[in-house]
């Protein structure tokens, strides 16, 4: 075969990494119930109070009041 070559017991520098494959197809209900749980989730969308300003923002986001994240200035905000 193509692949012999790296059964080799010379070739020991040269591993592959084999992909993990389903054995079976994942049924339209299957899909459909993690993507429902999942919507549900990713639906609510949470804020946090700024530290310094006391506004509420998207976590991980920068303030766009004051242009900072995480103690840096990244932006200048548009006033």
């Known amino acids: ?3 012999d070559f790296l ?7 040269y591993n ?5 494959v389903p054995k079976k197809k994942t049924s339209k209900s299957k ?7 999942l919507k549900k989730k990713l639906a609510t969308i949470k804020y946090v109070e700024d530290k310094k ?13 004051t ?7 990244i932006i200048n905000p548009a006033r």
């Open 1 to 3: 075969m193509f692949f």
């Open 7 to 13: 059964n080799d017991n010379n070739c020991k520098s």
């Open 16 to 20: 592959l990494k084999r992909m993990a």
């Open 31 to 37: 899909s459909k119930m993690r993507i429902s749980h």
């Open 53 to 65: 300003s006391g506004e509420l923002r998207r976590p991980h986001h920068i303030d766009k009041t």
């Open 67 to 73: 242009g900072e994240y995480r103690g840096k200035k």
